[in-house]
Nanobody, 123 residues
Framework: QVQVKESGGGLVQPGGSLRLSCTAS????????MAWFRQAPGKERDFVAG????????NTMDFHEGRFTITRDNAKNVVYLQMNNLKPEDTAVYYC????????????????WGQGTQVTVST
């Protein structure tokens, strides 16, 4: 069983930055592709970005216009989501997910999830 845990959310003003972190245990970390999703109230859980186990491959969605960057440090068993120039519409619960296979963009494809971390962008 893989356990996933996010941290780093909070309240930030528009234009600000946050870095989310996610750890996974229960399986060799570099054998897991990792991904970030987000879910705003009343909306579906949307894919934000994903990264392969070795960190060489990434996929992201266009909506964040390059403001978000996913990286990982396999020596520390952690994956990051750096979010810059945050906008109020980025407000959501951000979830980290893990899967042995890279490239999945549907939430239905992931079996392992963290509990989520709230990101609120507001004045």
């Amino acid at each position: 069983q893989v356990q996933v845990k996010e941290s780093g959310g909070g309240l930030v003003q528009p234009g600000g930055s946050l870095r989310l972190s996610c750890t996974a245990s229960g399986r060799t970390f570099n054998t897991l592709a990792m991904a970030w999703f987000r879910q705003a109230p009343g909306k579906e859980r949307d894919f934000v970005a994903g990264i392969s186990g070795d960190g060489d491959s990434k996929n992201t969605m266009d909506f964040h216009e390059g403001r978000f960057t996913i990286t990982r440090d396999n020596a520390k068993n952690v994956v990051y989501l750096q979010m810059n120039n945050l906008k109020p519409e980025d407000t959501a619960v951000y979830y980290c997910a893990a899967h042995p296979r890279f490239g999945l963009v549907s939430a239905d494809g992931y079996d392992y999830w963290g509990q989520g971390t709230q990101v609120t962008v507001s004045t």
